[in-house]
């Protein structure tokens, strides 16, 4: 079990420019979820897949956002024209259908100049 | 709005000294409870979880927390904290069964 991985750790763009990021979840997980966290906060929930299936996104998710799981496997979130409030740590975790305990990834954290 | 509070912002203590981290939710109905840790420079770890049960749960290192039902709370305790415990905690709540809410944190800093 080598856990949930993401990639890249840090990115820093312009703004304006489009970003993707890439997870990895450990391999007998099901579900997979985004999250985002800014200074001084917790993780607020972004969306979450069940399998290859996007079950739930939050009102968080813009339009700019959007987040694919093709395969039921890894999952990329990509957020177009970034803006400078778009400045955040980006978590992916990965869970069984039951129990529904998340396992974090080191999370993905995205500098908008 | 449903919420999860947590009391303190930061906390310091000295080694040995006892520690309690107190959560709050306004979620109704049947929730599960987590408290998450993350030690500079690692990512969150799964620090203990609250399904149902026994509502005195133990995790790792030492750790455990009380769910009070009826208070709404599921506060952290360690009895005797040590310098490595230095870290931010998390209290989470699942009111359903995919979408973890957080509370802002505690940062705890334990001096040696």
């Known amino acids: 079990d080598t856990g949930v991985s993401q990639d890249p750790r840090h990115k820093i763009t312009k703004r304006g420019q489009n970003v993707t990021f890439r997870c990895d979840p450990i391999?007998?997980?099901?579900?997979l979820y985004w999250y985002r966290q800014t200074l001084g906060q917790g993780p607020e929930f972004l969306t979450y897949?069940?399998?290859?299936?996007?079950?739930?996104k939050s009102r968080l998710l813009s339009d700019r956002f959007s987040a694919e799981r093709p395969k039921g496997s890894f999952s990329t979130l990509e957020i177009q024209r970034t803006e400078q409030g778009d400045s955040a740590m980006y978590l992916c975790?990965?869970?069984?259908?039951?129990?529904?305990?998340?396992?974090f990834g080191p999370g993905t954290r995205l500098t908008v100049t | 709005a449903q919420s999860v509070s947590q009391h303190n912002h930061h906390v310091i203590l000295s080694e040995a000294a006892s520690l309690e981290l107190g959560c709050n939710y306004s979620?109704?109905?049947?929730?599960?409870l987590f408290w998450y840790v993350q030690y500079p420079g690692q990512h969150l770890q799964l620090l203990l979880k609250?399904?149902?049960?026994?509502?005195l749960v133990k995790g790792i290192k030492g750790f455990e927390a009380e769910f009070i039902k009826s208070k709404f709370s599921f506060n952290l305790r360690k009895p005797s904290v040590q310098w490595s415990d230095t870290a931010e905690y998390f209290c989470?709540?699942?009111?359903?069964?995919?979408?973890?809410?957080f509370g802002a944190g505690t940062t705890v800093t334990v001096r040696a």
């Open positions: 975790a990965s869970s069984t259908d039951s129990p529904y305990e998340q396992y």
């Open positions: 391999s007998e997980h099901n579900r």
């Open positions: 897949f069940q399998n290859e299936a996007q079950l739930e």
């Open positions: 979620y109704g109905g049947t929730v599960n």
């Open positions: 609250y399904f149902s049960g026994d509502p």
């Open positions: 989470a709540v699942n009111p359903n069964d995919y979408k973890l809410s």
